[in-house]
Structure formats: structure tokens, C-alpha cells
């Protein structure tokens, strides 16, 4: 564990479970940067600890790993909120991930029609309206970085 300071890892847990206050919230945005290292310090922690209950056997196993993948969601949804969307293109395209096209004309999922591709039934749940940089994204944020 590499925590910055105990300060900024409450304000990080109260953003990420959206009951952060004005001052935290003001210390978080005094340096997005530092916010983000803090966010991928609680990932990563928090995944440590999941793999660790995960093995752990007993009635309460279940719930607490819920409990456990619950948190791990929220710090995950929080992390990709802070990334702006040139950051996200970026960090995808070093990891090999997209072609750094992102809001260009090509940065599209497209589909031929309901007769030729199985992508038809996306519109069915809400993926025809993302970009395919931020469809990436969605399922990065699925995989452990």
C-alpha cells in the first residue's frame, strides 16, 4: 500500500460513494492528477483484498464479496469519470487498444442493418449510440488495468 494521505483517501472514498463534501471535493480538484493516483491505489487495493476473500470459505463469503466487487465498481466508475475522454483515447491507444481516432469520423461502431449484422440487437441495449472509444472504455474498466 502506497497511500498518499489519509486525507485525500477519504475524500477520494466520499467522491467515489457521491457524499463528498465542498472540501473534499476542493481538495481532490486542487490536483486532478494526485486524485487519480489515489483512485488507482484504492483500485488496486481493493482488487488485492477481493482476491483474498475470494479464497476465504464461510457462510458471509457471498455477501462480502459483493460487498467487495460493489466497492471495486464504485472506485472503478469514479476513475473513469475523472479521466477526461483525450486521456482515456490516450492511455487506450499505448495499451494497444485503439487506433487514436477518437471524435473523428472512423471513432464508430456501425451496423449494415438488422438483415446482415448481429450488431442490430445492440440498439436493443443502448450500445448503437457509443463511440467505439467509449465502448472500449466501458469494458477497460471491467479489466484490471
Not at 134 to 141: F, G, N, P, Q, R
Amino acid at each position: 500500500m502506497n497511500h498518499l494521505s489519509p486525507a485525500l483517501e477519504a475524500a477520494a472514498w466520499a467522491a467515489a460513494d457521491g457524499v463528498a463534501t465542498d472540501a473534499d471535493l476542493a481538495l481532490l480538484e486542487r490536483d486532478p492528477l494526485v486524485w487519480r493516483r489515489q483512485l488507482e491505489v484504492l483500485i488496486d487495493d481493493t482488487e488485492d483484498a477481493l482476491d483474498h476473500v475470494r479464497k476465504l470459505r464461510g457462510p458471509e463469503r457471498g455477501r462480502v464479496v459483493a460487498d467487495m466487487e460493489a466497492e471495486l465498481t464504485r472506485l472503478e466508475v469514479s476513475y473513469g469519470r475523472l479521466l477526461s475522454p483525450g486521456d482515456l483515447n490516450d492511455a487506450l491507444v499505448e495499451a494497444d487498444l485503439a487506433d487514436g481516432n477518437a471524435n473523428q469520423i472512423t471513432d464508430m461502431i456501425t451496423c449494415p442493418g438488422l438483415d446482415f449484422c448481429a450488431l442490430a440487437n445492440a440498439r436493443s441495449i443502448g450500445l448503437d449510440y457509443y463511440s467505439a472509444t467509449e465502448l472500449v472504455a466501458k469494458v477497460l474498466l471491467r479489466v484490471k488495468r
